[in-house]
């Protein structure tokens, strides 16, 4: 699935509005988007297929290298668990990332376009769904390939291009601009898209922005943007001032029986996904009960010790103390301990030949996911027992009705040594471009950090808290006897956070990420 002339077709639109006027139509004779239907239905096409979900969860501390006795690997997944620039081709590869995101973008300009051109009093809930999915796929873009957003030095580090209209020249140049920049666009088009919103357009909501969706959106984005009150309000709209009722059914999800296919299904039909995403990915078989990816995974080691069986504020945990218990894989060259959620499907092209493509359904926005947002901004505007508050109806649901106090958060992380190359802990050195202040508020940070990390184990996001907050990743590889060495460390301000552009988008002009 190589991409071709990425930076033309994927950077500078797929529906351009004529070409020199050759004949006054377009090259490829595609129908003019004239009416509200088409409109509709090219809002279809404005979510990104690719996934930065295995680029980002390979990269980050979720996963241990297995050691070199381990062949299941591939020198794609080596480069993104070193932090080397990524030269192989993969279906999740970087310019996946990058070309899908732009053609999404591109889908979007074209139906603000048309909608401009038929005048848009009776579209304006159209023009809400293009400015949002514009603003979402910018958002991934300069997450992934930038530095992290700071009011320090976000007007100078290295933004992406950020597309407000369909290209119409045949070899336009582009700048990169500033990340400042571009959380200002993505800024201006959420606040102008959220009124104009509706539900009332979608066939099947699920799979587009909800005025839910959009507003947990909205919350993530301006927590990145360190805006604690806005990403307070913003999450209150969408958990309200009784979430509970709202979040995963995770008791129900541990009834289920413990097949891979029936939980995953269970799991992207959940009342509580804000936003389901179809993508070419292999990443329900990286984290699935297969050989595939097994030696750059989650270990049980990993498990024990930082993530889902590490030590809470209640004490000790086991995999009974889970609603939904993780599932265990280990044996020959298998060592992987899975929060299962992301199903494996497999599009078949050819049926004789047995071959196809390795698709997913991803699942951004959840009301959980949302409800911890809040808590992060709560504790951010020293509202402590409130964001307790919040992180308990989260522990509640997901364990079997653990509740913590203050004072127990507060007895395990003053107890907790920081995490270092010698023995890794859930509690990491923190150095934020903001403030969190020692004791008991930082406390509280490590406590939500764990929280999401445990929720959203295996969909990639643990790497922006990792930027977000400057904390160092060694990179553990398990030896056959037992013992673990340290092969690299990526510092708190390393420049390889910002993972590298496709070599086809450097080759073709763009400024590279400093190394």
């Not at 990058?98 to 401009?116: F, K």
């Not at 873009?141 to 119409?168: Q, R, W």
């Not at 004072?407 to 395990?412: A, I, S």
């Not at 934020?432 to 950090?449: A, D, M, R, S, W």
Request: charge should be negative; aromatic fraction near 10%.
């Amino acid at each position: 699935m190589k991409k071709i002339n990425i930076l033309l077709i994927a950077l500078f639109g797929l529906f351009a509005a004529s070409c020199d006027s050759y004949l006054d139509e377009t090259p490829d004779n595609r129908a003019e988007v004239d009416s509200q239907l088409k409109i509709r239905k090219l809002l279809v096409s404005a979510y990104s297929e690719g996934s930065y979900a295995l680029v980002t969860e390979v990269s980050s501390d979720n996963i241990d290298d297995m050691g070199t006795f381990n062949p299941k690997s591939t020198r794609f997944h080596e480069q993104l668990a070193n932090w080397q620039d990524v030269t192989e081709t993969d279906n999740d590869d970087t310019e996946g990332i990058w070309s899908g995101a732009y053609t999404a973008i591109s889908h979007s300009n074209e139906a603000l376009a048309a909608i401009a051109k038929l005048g848009e009093e009776n579209l304006l809930a159209e023009k809400g769904e293009a400015l949002i999915t514009r603003a979402y796929s910018h958002f991934v873009l300069v997450n992934v390939f930038c530095k992290h957003y700071n009011a320090t030095t976000s007007a100078t580090d290295l933004g992406i291009p950020y597309m407000e209209k369909s290209e119409t020249t045949l070899n336009p140049q582009y700048e990169r601009g500033s990340v400042k920049d571009v959380y200002e666009k993505i800024n201006a088009d959420i606040e102008a898209a959220l009124p104009l919103i509706s539900d009332d357009i979608y066939e099947i909501g699920a799979y587009h922005f909800t005025k839910k969706a959009a507003y947990a959106f909205a919350a993530r984005f301006n927590l990145y943007y360190e805006q604690w009150q806005k990403a307070k309000d913003y999450a209150t709209v969408v958990v309200t001032s009784d979430p509970s009722a709202q979040l995963r059914d995770w008791a129900a999800m541990g009834t289920l029986p413990r097949k891979t296919s029936v939980v995953s299904n269970a799991y992207i039909n959940d009342p509580a996904n804000l936003l389901a995403v179809t993508a070419g990915s292999s990443l329900g078989v990286y984290f699935g009960g297969y050989y595939t990816g097994s030696r750059f995974n989650h270990s049980a080691k990993l498990a024990a010790e930082q993530t889902l069986l590490a030590p809470a504020p209640w004490g000790t945990v086991v995999s009974a103390d889970y609603n939904f218990r993780p599932f265990v894989y280990a044996g020959n060259n298998i060592d992987k301990t899975l929060f299962y959620k992301i199903p494996y499907i497999f599009e078949v092209t050819d049926a004789v030949a047995g071959i196809g493509y390795s698709r997913t359904v991803l699942i951004p926005f959840t009301t959980d996911e949302t409800l911890l947002v809040r808590a992060e901004a709560e504790i951010m505007l020293g509202e402590n027992a409130l964001a307790l508050a919040d992180m308990n109806l989260w522990s509640k649901n997901i364990y079997k009705n653990k509740e913590v106090t203050l004072e127990q958060v507060n007895t395990l992380y003053n107890a907790m040594a920081y995490s270092s190359k010698a023995q890794a802990t859930q509690k990491k050195k923190l150095s934020p471009k903001f403030t969190v202040t020692p004791g008991e508020q930082e406390n509280l940070i490590h406590y939500v950090l764990q929280c999401r990390r445990i929720l959203t184990l295996h969909e990639g996001l643990r790497w922006f808290d990792i930027k977000r907050y400057g904390m160092e990743v060694p990179r553990y590889q398990l030896q056959t006897d037992d013992t673990v060495i340290v092969l690299d460390v990526l510092k708190a301000d390393d420049l390889r956070k910002a993972i590298q552009l496709p070599q086809d988008v450097i080759s073709a002009g763009l400024v590279a990420n400093p190394r």
